[in-house]
Nanobody, 126 residues
């Protein structure tokens, strides 16, 4: 069992930066690849970024590539999402999720992820 708690969301102006964090508790953290998803009002939850259990491999959605960076600190059992050059369309609730294996799944779809946090709101004002 893995429990996930996100923090760090808030209101930021377009072009600004923000870092959200996800603290994990429970089973060994390195056995799970981790991911960030987001969901805007009236839209489906979408993949943002993923990182392998070791932290060596990462993957990003095209919409955030070059602007967002996912990282993890396995000693602290925490995964981060550093967001820069934020746009109004980045406004959403951001969710942290854990996959059952240390590799990033081929298809980063929400149903494949076993554990989810409660989400943290990120609002970008234009």
């Amino acid at each position: 069992q893995v429990q996930l708690v996100e923090s760090g969301g808030g209101l930021v102006q377009a072009g600004g930066s923000l870092r959200v964090s996800c603290a994990a508790s429970g089973r060994t953290f390195t056995t799970n690849s981790m991911a960030w998803f987001r969901q805007a009002p009236g839209k489906e939850r979408e993949f943002v970024a993923a990182i392998s259990g070791s932290g060596v491999s990462t993957r990003y959605a095209d919409s955030v590539k070059g602007r967002f960076t996912i990282s993890r600190d396995n000693a602290k059992k925490t995964v981060y999402l550093q967001m820069t050059s934020l746009k109004a369309e980045d406004t959403a609730v951001y969710y942290c999720a854990a996959f059952r294996a240390p590799i990033i799944p081929t298809m980063t779809r929400p149903p494949l992820y076993d554990y989810w946090g409660q989400g943290t709101q990120v609002t970008v004002s234009s």
